[in-house]
């Protein structure tokens, strides 16, 4: 999109703000306007890779290095001790996704076409998968929301690090059961007439240099999270549940749209869902073997976040069950999410 491209003057201004020892919250602000385009790049980048690798290569490169700018933000935030600013963004991405990627997407096409179809087959799939990672993620922490606080002991932190390498485990055999055992099912019969703007070494070169300057960046972002959540009143539950999420999926949800807008449902439902996946199967556990480096990490979400991510993967599961979609589907799915998001806003 040109407007991203246009963008990209933030990084070079983030560089010599961080030479001139600018505040922490003018940092951040100059980083987030860095890593929306910069993220664009990388999918843009991927979406390239995959007119030579194929399709289902493709997607997958796609959702993983859509990924990777949360997971590099997270990793830095990590190091900084920011344990609930990282377990919220994980909340959030998910949340983020279903509620406002899904919903936005549902009301950009439905405004152009009555009804859209999607093939339900693939998206029963990916939706009940869902509903079992969201359980996987959430069952630590309602166990301590229900057993005393005394009958705790160090052995819990065991109980994350199972749990995050089951949910490898389930990531690992997903992609077996959609690249090898059940692939018919995905084959997709609408051809693309679209074919590459960029040559191979272009668009790995433009992958890797986008992914360098991501990391940098998520280290000036990560840096003034505590200025701007002080300076402005924010709490590290909103940046973390709101913003970390919009910020690094930014490129990935406005091509959910633009999808949806060229009635491809298919493909839109694909990255939201596709991208909650991997978040809950793959960056959450990345993230809870990395802090093994530094200290153990377990993810223990609060009540609300609990309900907030059990909600909105039944409602996923609820408008997906008929293979189609309209307009009013996608206002009560964003209707959900800024009463989320306005609930976290005033903790």
Not at 223 to 241: C, D, Q, R, Y
Not at 267 to 286: C, M, R
Not at 304 to 332: C, K, P, T, Y
Request: hydrophobic share 55%.
């Amino acid at each position: 999109m040109r407007i991203l491209k246009y963008m990209l003057i933030f990084i070079p201004i983030s560089f010599i703000a961080k030479f001139m020892n600018a505040s922490g919250s003018i940092m951040f602000l100059l980083s987030c306007l860095s890593i929306i385009p910069l993220a664009g790049l990388m999918g843009e980048g991927t979406e390239e890779i995959s007119f030579y690798s194929g399709p289902k290569i493709g997607g997958f490169l796609n959702g993983t290095f859509g990924n990777a700018t949360e997971l590099i933000i997270s990793f830095f935030a990590l190091k900084e001790g920011l344990f609930e600013v990282v377990k919220s963004s994980i909340a959030g991405a998910v949340i983020g996704n279903i509620l406002l990627v899904i919903g936005a997407s549902m009301l950009a096409g439905g405004l152009k076409y009555k009804t859209q179809k999607f093939n339900q087959k693939v998206t029963e799939v990916t939706s009940s998968m869902l509903l079992f990672a969201v359980l996987g993620l959430c069952i630590p922490a309602i166990f301590t929301h229900t057993v005393d606080p005394s009958l705790l002991n160090t052995r819990y932190e065991g109980l994350s690090i199972f749990v995050a390498i089951v949910m490898i485990i389930i990531y690992a055999l997903s992609l077996l059961f959609s690249f090898n055992t059940h692939k018919d099912i995905y084959i997709n019969e609408e051809k693309d007439s679209e074919s590459s703007k960029w040559a191979l070494k272009k668009s790995i070169f433009i992958l890797v240099i986008s992914t360098v300057l991501i990391a940098v960046e998520s280290e000036f972002l990560v840096n003034g999270i505590e200025p701007i959540t002080a300076s402005l009143g924010w709490s590290e539950f909103f940046v973390g549940i709101i913003l970390i999420p919009i910020i690094g999926n930014a490129a990935e949800h406005s091509t959910a749209i633009v999808m949806a807008r060229k009635d491809k449902m298919d493909v839109a439902l694909e990255i939201a869902i596709g991208s909650s996946l991997q978040i809950i199967l793959f960056v959450a556990p990345i993230l809870i073997f990395l802090r093994l480096i530094f200290t153990p990490m377990s993810i223990v979400f609060n009540e609300f976040e609990l309900v907030a991510l059990i909600a909105s993967v039944v409602i996923a599961n609820r408008v997906s069950h008929d293979g189609e979609s309209n307009w009013l589907e996608g206002i009560q799915l964003l209707a959900v999410y800024l009463i989320i998001a306005a609930s976290f806003f005033i903790l």
